[in-house]
């Protein structure tokens, strides 16, 4: 059985041939892990970089799909990660149908009992897989994924992380000037130094950016809570879209709460979180009013759409911490969506020259491609330039 595809005029444009469980069985897994090294390290509130990482997933079906996505900027662990892949979760899939997303990341989800481990490890390792067997689910079905999950734009406001440490005033002027040409919105650095300097930067910021630039604050947990609300009263005259885990983890989520409600600030979080449940926890202690979950972090794009409904529910806006080859389909198919963000080409050489996402950057909005799935094409000259591991697992 066929369906014929018409288009607006009534004439046959395409004949479809509909999916059922036995297409798109997986066969193959193979990662590929890269480390590019930075030009400097970037020092945030209590933690540096000095790489740029990622791992590439490519999920082959006995339809000849491949999938070409990537996840993912542990530097550390991602060793371990790409050993969770292979030696756990692959020998599950293979032989499944990537026509069922959900039923695979239930087949996977076991990994992520193993307490003597970090669960976090084995929810990235999930998120690689889960991110790959979307992808071929779309182009199997020829549709980008933000239409396949109910698209609501074609392009997002886009943000750029920066206003790190290494900077002084003056060249935190200059820098937010030059983003101001670029990008929607700057997500600024604060949260090492004392509630006063940090405020006389942001202060700066704003000055550089005037009023119609979006700026958030991102603290990366490095306040205690009278801090973190002294700081927000001091930048409360400079329009703040939110703040941006405001408070140390050891009370993050009361701490949080007051920081909202003492401030007027809005506060954004769920980055650090690694499971539904989690979200749930901020949204129900009324500690966040931006969710910025990451899905390539938490388990892949299957758990982020079902934190998003619960958003929803509860009037919670959305972002998503960093990856814009996966967030940007994410979040333009939820209507309570706020900014797709990215870094500048020193600290994420990747989103600039790791794909062709980046061409799609204009007048600061990201256009999402058409193509399907993921729809990002990879360098694949820049991919074996950078490459420190690779691995294929079959059945």
């Known amino acids: 059985m ?8 009534g004439n046959a444009a395409t004949t479809i041939s509909p999916l059922d469980r036995s297409s798109l069985r997986i066969e193959r897994v193979e990662t590929i892990a890269l480390r590019a090294p930075l030009a400097r390290r970037f020092v945030g509130s209590a933690y540096s970089m000095v790489n740029r990482t990622t ?17 993912g900027d542990t530097d550390d662990e991602q060793a371990l990660v790409v050993g969770i892949i292979h030696d756990e979760l692959a020998p599950r899939i293979i032989g499944r149908s990537a026509t069922d997303p959900e039923g695979a990341w239930t087949a996977m989800e076991p990994s992520t009992n193993n307490i003597l481990r970090d669960r976090g490890l084995s929810l990235q390792a999930i998120a690689c897989l889960d991110t790959a067997i979307w992808d071929v689910f779309g182009k199997a079905v020829g549709l980008p994924l933000h239409r396949l999950w109910g698209s609501v734009t074609d392009s997002l406001p886009m ?34 130094r004392t509630p006063k300097e940090d405020a006389v930067r942001v202060r700066a910021a704003r000055e550089a950016a005037g ?12 306040y205690e ?3 973190a609300v002294e700081f927000g009263r001091l930048v409360a005259d400079l329009d703040i879209r939110w703040f941006e885990e405001p408070c140390r983890w050891t009370n993050d989520r009361r701490w949080m709460r007051d920081v909202r409600l003492q401030t007027g600030i809005p506060v954004a979080a769920g980055q650090s979180e690694t499971t539904l449940n989690g979200v749930r926890d901020l949204i129900a202690d009324g500690a966040i009013d931006v969710s910025n979950f990451d899905a390539s ?3 892949g794009p299957t758990v982020w759409r079902k934190a998003a409904g619960l958003s929803a529910a509860y009037g919670i806006q959305l972002g998503h911490h960093e990856e814009p080859q996966v967030s940007s389909h994410l ?6 969506h706020t900014f797709v963000e990215c870094f500048d080409e020193e600290r994420d050489p990747f989103f600039w020259a790791l794909s062709d996402l980046s061409d799609f950057l204009r007048d600061g909005r990201l256009h999402l491609p058409e193509r399907p799935g993921f729809g990002t094409q990879l360098d694949w000259d820049y991919v074996e330039r950078y490459t420190v591991d690779s691995r294929t697992t079959t059945a």
């Open 331 to 336: 979040l333009a198919s939820t209507p309570n």
């Open 225 to 227: 809570r009278a801090q």
């Open 2 to 9: 066929t369906i014929s595809a018409v288009d607006p005029a």
């Open 297 to 299: 972090w938490a388990g």
């Open 159 to 192: 943000s750029v992380i920066g206003g790190y440490y290494h900077l002084d005033l003056d060249q935190t002027r200059e820098l937010i000037s030059a983003y101001t040409k670029r990008f929607s919105g700057v997500k600024f650095k604060v949260g090492g």
């Open 55 to 71: 791992i590439i997933t490519r999920l082959y079906t006995a339809d000849g799909l491949v999938s070409e996505v990537y996840n």
């Open 211 to 222: 009023p119609d630039f979006a700026i958030m604050v991102d603290a990366n947990q490095g």
